[in-house]
């Protein structure tokens, strides 16, 4: 027994095996198991697709089919990595400067800039520009206020018309003046509009700052996050990995190609000579059945030889083989 084998040491208990378990759970691209968010089905789903694909009819076959929907598995949480590597890359003081800095902000307020600004979550850039538009739509009421336009809000002004009476109402019991006048008690409608115009920019400011500039603010994050991933592709421990990966399943792949290859050789080679038919009470020239006997000999060792080692297996020689047959074998 090699001494590797006898050196081998891990978990015997179950729960030294869980804490393993868990331990290479926490390497998360290296781990053999799902991760959490990852599908079963989709694995499944992909084992089907490769197994189609490359004709994988064998075990040896299937076990390299598993290697390479691994290591796909893996090449995924490896950019899953680095996208959150970039996200990283936001939270850092000088990036945030260097954001504010280009997309004209003042400096007061890097420190204070929400994360979603930066995350991949589009939803609450959405909701920044719902408050923002309900803004916008009450000064234009505030501005142009007849009693016709707020009876109608609900569709002339429908992000004003989510945030104060919600998506949902329909057919509220309260129309959107009495709504507003409930939430700030002002006398006049105007001046409801305007409560609500000066809470929004008091509550969600930055909300009313990502709504006013968030084409310019788009673009800024885009290009720094463009940086951040040239940067983070560059590491060279990652592009190592990846690039393991990759050939893992290169090798993988030209494996269960060299043995389709060999088992459709394998089954194309079996060829069984039929002896050749002598008529009763004919005669034979005797050089002709010499020669006869001598093709078939030689057709035999040849065919022998094409069979004998898979590894070894001449193409030309099993032709060969095959043009060494007689007109009536053919």
Known sequence: MSNFSSAQTGPKTAEGKAAS?????????????LMPGESEQELQDLN??????????DGA???????????????KRLHDAEIKVVQTYFARQDSRKQFGFQANISPL?????PDWYFEEDPEPKKRALVRFGAVCEAIHLKENFKLENSL???????????EVMGRQAINPRQSLGERLLARYGQAKPEFN???????????????????????????VIENLRAQALIEVSLRPDLAKVEMQLHRR?????????????????????VVTPSKELVLPHSKQNPSSQKASTKNASNQELLIQKATTN???????????????????EN
């Open 249 to 269: 399943r290169i090798e993988a792949i030209e494996t269960i190609a060299r043995l389709n290859s060999a088992r459709a050789i394998e089954m194309a080679s």
């Open 48 to 57: 089907n697709a490769l197994r189609d694909a490359l004709s994988v009819e």
């Open 193 to 219: 509009l305007q409560a609500l115009v000066e809470d929004y920019y008091k509550k969600y400011p930055f909300d009313m700052l990502w709504g006013e500039n968030h084409e310019r603010y788009e673009m």
């Open 152 to 162: 109608q809000a609900r569709t002339v002004y429908p992000n004003l018309w989510a």
């Open 21 to 33: 378990s868990r331990n290479a759970i926490k390497l998360g691209v290296y781990s053999n198991s």
């Open 109 to 113: 307020l890097y420190d204070r800039l």
């Open 61 to 75: 076959s299937e076990m390299l089919l598993r290697t390479i929907s691994q290591s796909l598995l893996k090449t």
């Open 310 to 328: 898979e590894d070894s297996f001449d193409p030309e020689v099993q032709l060969q083989a095959s043009s060494t047959l007689s007109p009536n």
